[in-house]
């Protein structure tokens, strides 16, 4: 980013970096996973904060809460028949805080495209047979929040969307930490809910013939 700045007799050009502000696209925003101390975190884990938008107890508290609950999840054998072949495949979860969304802040503001594209660079931009990777971007100055899954996750529209709006006062208070994690402990339900099969009762499945005649 380049500013301007018009003084008598004198034209000064200063170069500032594009993300100085606290803006990032999805090209240069930081993978929590390679990039730990970019998303100011001291080892790799599944959140990023290059804004410092939380403090360090607050990042380090998200970060432990997801790795707990992917632990339980872990011992659910996803059902997508896209992840027969992955047995040993969790649910993934990421959280990107950003103070603003684009490099320029005169640009609109797209966050379902920003999530997208930034998810799609997390998976190496390839399309993998079992998806369960899910981001969840929180932009503080555009006040906005976004969510997309995995195809495989087998997370509604709905399931995300009553995931945000049940915290949407978190959000509005600012309490991030607490909107974040109400939206994971919403959203790892609903994946246990969904993968975990249901073994009929034997009342459910009426008399069992066992071969034999009276």
Do not use: W
Not at 161 to 187: D, K
């Amino acid at each position: 980013m380049m500013i301007l700045l018009f003084l008598p007799s004198i034209l000064l050009l200063i170069a500032f970096p594009s993300n100085i502000f606290g803006q990032f696209s999805s090209q240069n925003y930081p993978d929590p996973r390679t990039e730990p101390l970019r998303c100011k975190l001291l080892l790799p884990g599944q959140i990023c904060d290059p804004s410092d938008i939380l403090n360090d107890a607050e990042r380090r508290k998200l970060n432990e809460k997801i790795q707990q609950l992917g632990s339980v999840t872990a011992q659910i054998r996803n059902t997508s028949p896209q992840c027969v072949g992955s047995p040993n495949q969790n649910l993934q979860i990421i959280v990107a805080l950003i103070e603003k969304i684009g490099v320029n802040p005169l640009d609109p503001v797209d966050i379902e495209r920003f999530t997208n594209s930034l998810r799609l660079k997390y998976l190496n931009f390839q399309e993998l047979n079992c998806d369960t990777l899910v981001l969840i971007v929180n932009s503080r100055r555009d006040r906005q929040v976004f969510t997309v899954a995995g195809k495989d996750a087998k997370l509604s529209r709905d399931v995300l969307q009553t995931a945000f709006h049940r915290n949407i006062g978190h959000f509005r208070q600012g309490h991030y930490v607490l909107g974040l994690e109400g939206m994971i402990e919403y959203i790892v339900s609903s994946y246990t809910s969904t993968h975990i099969v249901q073994v009929p009762s034997p009342e459910v499945l009426g008399p069992t013939n066992n071969g034999l005649e009276s």
